[in-house]
């Protein structure tokens, strides 16, 4: 098993069991989502706040970004289906000196979690 495909097994395991998915913002409150090789878009998501805290510390383009977390069932009910409106892919659990990892559609992440959802209400702010 590859590194990535160990931490997509990970995030499949981790984000319902913590309950929460973390991911990054910008000085200014806005969302990373980097430019892939091909042109496409990935917003990474992390399911420990460790993993994401090791990307900030060691990857020198994400030092200083903010983490921040959702509650997993409203990221999958409203944060989701809203990236797919978007276009943007889902980075899960990037890791290493680069930040990669692997990058599914939304699509994909909502078939991997079906039947998960809980009943939140619905928002998009990540605190």
Excluded: C
Excluded at 86 to 112: C, F, H, K
């Amino acid at each position: 098993m590859t590194v990535s495909a160990a931490h997509s097994a990970a995030f499949r395991a981790e984000a319902p069991a913590a309950g929460r998915v973390w991911t990054v913002l910008e000085d200014d409150g806005s969302y990373i989502a980097p430019h892939k090789p091909d042109g496409s878009r990935a917003m990474p998501f992390w399911s420990r706040r460790s993993r994401a805290q090791r990307v900030v510390e060691q990857v020198p383009a994400y030092n200083g970004l903010e983490i921040v977390s959702m509650p997993f069932d409203q990221w999958l009910q409203d944060f989701v289906p809203w990236l797919a409106e978007q276009g943007v892919l889902i980075g899960v659990n990037w890791s290493g000196e680069r930040a990669t990892g692997y990058d599914v559609s939304p699509q994909d992440m909502l078939g991997w979690f079906a039947g998960l959802e809980g009943g939140s209400s619905p928002t998009a702010a990540f605190d």
